[in-house]
Structure formats: C-alpha cells, structure tokens
C-alpha cells in the first residue's frame, strides 16, 4: 500500500533577506529548496538542521529554525504525495561564504534567487513540486510574504 513521504524544505534567507538558497535537482531538472526527508524520531528542527549542513555545509544551531507551515503536496497523475514541511532561517553575510555544494550528485550549485526569478521558474515549470505547491497554495507574491506566513 502507497503511503505519504515526509520532507521537509529550508528556505535559507541572506544576509539582506531578499533572496532565498535554491539548488536544481539533478533528477528532477528542478529548482528546490536544501532539505529532504524526515527521519523516524527527527524534529523538524533537527531534520533542517541536518539536511542544511549535509547539503549546503551550512552549520546552524537548531533554535536557527522557525516553523513556516505544512501541507499536503498530491499529483496523482504523478503517483506522488509527500507531506511538505517547511522551515525558515536566516543567515549572515559571514555564513553565506560557508556556502559549498556537499552533494554534487544530486544538486547542481547553490545560487541565490530573488522572488523575481523564482516566479520566472514557476512560469517556465522549473520549480520542485513542494515549492511551486506552496507559491500557488499560499498565494505568495514576494519574499515578504513567505516571511510574514511564519508561524509565531
């Protein structure tokens, strides 16, 4: 029996909290956020924290992490179905030279995307499917709204 997955997606701000880390996924020829799945027993937290540093070299204590939101991400056409959480954190202008691809087999590099360029993906179907769920479930037009969804 086909069960739900559970991932969970970062958006890592910089320094000036106008753009946001994307990498595209090799396999899926897409543009998403660092994270990946939860793991048994993991906070969400935790899984940010892990996920972040494995992929990104990128090293923050968990308290780092705000909760934004989750939802259920379904394409049946696809067979897929992931519960999507994601997380915030902001970073410095020191922290962003950290910055390095830890996973060259699964992400081509890390680059920065203002929202501007996030919406130009979205129109040309370039977005992992739990980011461009959440632009079009949510509603989002700007960086300012992903920030202002956080729950407190």
């Not at 990498?23 to 020829?29: L, P, S």
């Not at 769920?133 to 960086?143: A, M, P, R």
Request: charge should be negative; proline fraction near 3%; charged fraction near 25%.
């Amino acid at each position: 029996m086909n069960r739900p997955k559970v991932g969970l997606g970062i958006f890592v701000f910089n320094s000036s909290s106008n753009k946001f880390l994307a990498g595209k996924r090799i396999k899926e020829k897409s543009f998403g956020l660092p994270g990946g799945k939860l793991e048994y027993g993991e906070s969400f937290e935790g899984c940010a924290k892990r996920e972040l540093f494995e992929e990104t070299n990128i090293e923050l204590d968990e308290s780092r992490f705000k909760y934004l939101c989750s939802f259920n991400c379904i394409c049946k056409e696809l067979e897929y179905h992931w519960v999507v959480i994601f997380m915030i954190a902001h970073i410095s202008s020191d922290e962003e030279k950290t910055i390095i691809n830890k996973e060259p087999d699964k992400s081509e590099d890390w680059i920065w995307l203002s929202f501007e360029e996030t919406q130009s993906l979205n129109a040309n179907n370039q977005l992992f499917m739990g980011l461009k769920t959440f632009l079009n479930k949510f509603n989002i037009h700007s960086i300012q709204n992903i920030i202002e969804l956080r729950a407190p």
